[in-house]
């Protein structure tokens, strides 16, 4: 078996329960094909770098899984059948699962024209 990072995108129409669902419902899929998912993880909405579908964001998710190599156009045959599943992309790892990391992220330059987010006047 070998190690696979997927990246889905559905739709930014859905509410936090449906795209809990349908990310689950993604997971079944890799399991259906006798595959194990690894790690995932929901990467929230994010903007696409050009539109799809007249549709210029989308809802992210990534699962790292095992899965047989003669399974992968099994699993990607099931995943166009899924009408509310925009985009997969499946990519072959070498090696193992990568370990969780903790990212840092951006700091704002602290203007802001409303006054701070906790209602506090600057």
Do not use: C, H
């Not at 790292?64 to 699993?75: E, P």
């Amino acid at each position: 078996m070998n190690t696979y990072d997927i990246m889905f995108i559905f739709p930014a129409t859905l509410t936090d329960e449906q795209y809990d669902k349908l990310f689950e419902t993604a997971q079944a899929e890799i399991t259906r094909v006798g595959g194990t998912v690894a790690r995932t993880e929901r990467m929230g909405r994010r903007p696409y770098a050009r539109p799809i579908a007249k549709r210029v964001e989308g809802l992210y998710g990534r699962a790292w899984a095992k899965i047989d190599s003669t399974q992968i156009d099994a699993l990607t045959a099931r995943y166009n059948l899924n009408e509310e599943i925009v985009r997969v992309q499946i990519r072959r790892l070498q090696g193992d699962v990568p370990p969780v990391t903790t990212r840092t992220l951006p700091v704002g330059d602290g203007r802001s024209s409303e006054g701070s987010r906790y209602g506090e006047s600057q």
